[in-house]
């Protein structure tokens, strides 16, 4: 199981990240793969995956290691993923709120290497103590980080700096037809620092949050597809 007891609702309907927990698991690998970082976010089961420091490039050709998975199975994370993609976002490109079909049981993790963006997620699992609620937090090249995203939780990125440059990584692949479902960006109260993004026809056609019947509901035991 992932989380036994998920994060206490917090009052705010912008939730903010509690303090960083360095799980060493280094004895776990005989590589000695850094330990990870990281970061429960406010949303249940929604997390920030950091790199911790260490590694065995030398100062002028830094490692960012975007996955390991003994250490995502340590910590209980997705391991198998089904696609990767990178996406490139010029400057005010939005992209989002999307979330993959309830079949999917979709796990997917954003990391962002060139630029800087906003990532935001809304919490779409009926049941769940943050129903509806949302949360954002900034990706940057400067600040090597993943946003976690579990089931039923909807995400978009807003490129504030660009190009942005973002690997996708995901437990199912996407669907070409529909690409997914989702709910429009200015629907759920996110404090987006553009009232006229770019956006694709797809996201702009997105049914608001007020009117967006969720098929997800949420689950107190292991709900991360891929993990062992």
Not at 11 to 40: I, M, Q, W
Not at 170 to 185: F, K, L
Request: hydrophobic share 45%.
């Amino acid at each position: 199981m992932l989380l036994k007891n998920p994060p206490a609702v917090r009052p705010s309907s912008a939730p903010k990240a509690g303090p960083a927990k360095n799980v060493d698991t280094s004895h776990f690998c005989p590589c000695k793969a850094p330990p990870v970082l990281v970061r429960e976010l406010a949303l249940p089961y929604l997390m920030e995956i950091m790199p911790a420091a260490g590694s065995d490039a030398d100062a002028a050709h830094p490692i960012t290691q975007v996955f390991h998975a003994a250490e995502f199975a340590r910590l209980g994370l997705a391991i198998r993923f089904a696609e990767e993609y990178v996406v490139t976002a010029p400057p005010r490109a939005m992209r989002g709120l999307e979330v993959a079909p309830p079949a999917q049981r979709a796990v997917t993790m954003i990391w962002c290497f060139s630029g800087r963006v906003l990532a935001a997620a809304v919490d779409l699992r009926v049941g769940s103590p943050t129903y509806q609620q949302t949360l954002t937090l900034e990706l940057s090249a400067g600040k090597p980080a993943a946003l976690y995203v579990p089931p039923g939780v909807a995400h978009a990125v807003y490129a504030l700096e660009g190009p942005a440059v973002l690997l996708y990584k995901a437990t199912a692949a996407r669907a070409r037809d529909c690409g997914g479902m989702g709910v429009r960006w200015d629907s759920t109260g996110i404090a987006w620092p553009d009232a006229e993004p770019v956006l694709s026809a797809r996201d702009r056609a997105l049914p608001r949050l007020a009117d967006f019947r969720s098929p997800f509901r949420f689950e107190r035991k292991d709900e991360e597809t891929g993990s062992d």
